[in-house]
């Protein structure tokens, strides 16, 4: 009986089942993002594993396992009101994912604390988040969309005078690519306690 020719490279379905399962991450990710907008924290940590590690940027360090992330939200939510609304994902070649997302912070009145982007790196196994990293110091779209490009094999983004930019796309794009940069946890630290 003759053996099959061994191969050096993995079926070209591996790489259809990597794209699936960034899709069902992303689409568990933004189910995630609406469930902790609502407060349900139970449908929160079920996508996450019993020993996820997560940032504690409100108060600082870390916080593990789902008792430790629902006493922290707890904690949390009886001071200040977060909302989280995710804006770009980008699935990395080590199978994290980096959310970007706009945040608004207002106390339990409705006051706007704070507002920003922040970047959120998830870290899977088995599907489930494991670990929570937030960027303490987001650079600007500028500066990493480059890399990404660059990491994913894609080629660079064009780069136009800043008047033709304004022009195209607007100002607020304009500066969006320019200027702004995410929010920092030590801003949120010192702001809000």
């Known amino acids: 009986?003759?053996?099959?020719a061994a191969r050096s490279e993995p079926p070209r379905f591996a790489s259809t089942l990597?794209?699936?399962?960034?899709?069902?991450?992303?689409?568990?990710?933004?189910?995630?993002y609406d469930a902790f907008n609502a407060r349900d924290i139970d449908a929160v940590l079920r996508q996450m594993t019993r020993?996820?590690?997560?940032?504690?940027?409100?108060?600082?360090?870390r916080v593990h396992g789902h008792e430790g992330v629902r006493t922290y939200w707890t904690r949390q939510s009886a001071a200040i009101d977060p909302t989280?609304?995710?804006?770009?994902?980008?699935?990395?070649?080590?199978?994290?994912?980096?959310?970007?997302?706009?945040?608004?912070?207002?106390?339990?009145?409705?006051?706007?604390?704070?507002?920003?982007?922040v970047l959120h790196v998830y870290v899977f196994r088995d599907d489930r988040v494991a670990r929570n990293i937030v960027d303490d110091d987001p650079a600007q779209l500028a500066q990493w969309l480059p890399a990404v490009a660059s990491t994913i094999g894609a080629k660079p983004?064009?780069?136009?005078?800043?008047?033709?930019?304004?022009?195209?796309?607007g100002e607020p794009a304009t500066a969006m690519m320019t200027?702004?940069?995410g929010a920092s946890n030590a801003k949120a630290k010192r702001e809000l306690g």
């Open 51 to 61: 020993d996820v590690d997560w940032p504690n940027a409100w108060e600082g360090g």
């Open 179 to 181: 200027e702004v940069r």
């Open 84 to 117: 989280v609304t995710p804006v770009a994902f980008t699935t990395r070649s080590d199978g994290s994912i980096a959310v970007e997302v706009h945040q608004v912070v207002r106390d339990l009145d409705g006051t706007v604390l704070g507002e920003g982007r």
């Open 157 to 169: 983004p064009h780069r136009l005078p800043r008047w033709l930019g304004r022009l195209l796309a």
């Open 18 to 32: 990597l794209i699936v399962s960034a899709f069902e991450r992303e689409r568990r990710l933004r189910a995630t």
């Open 1 to 4: 009986m003759r053996q099959p």
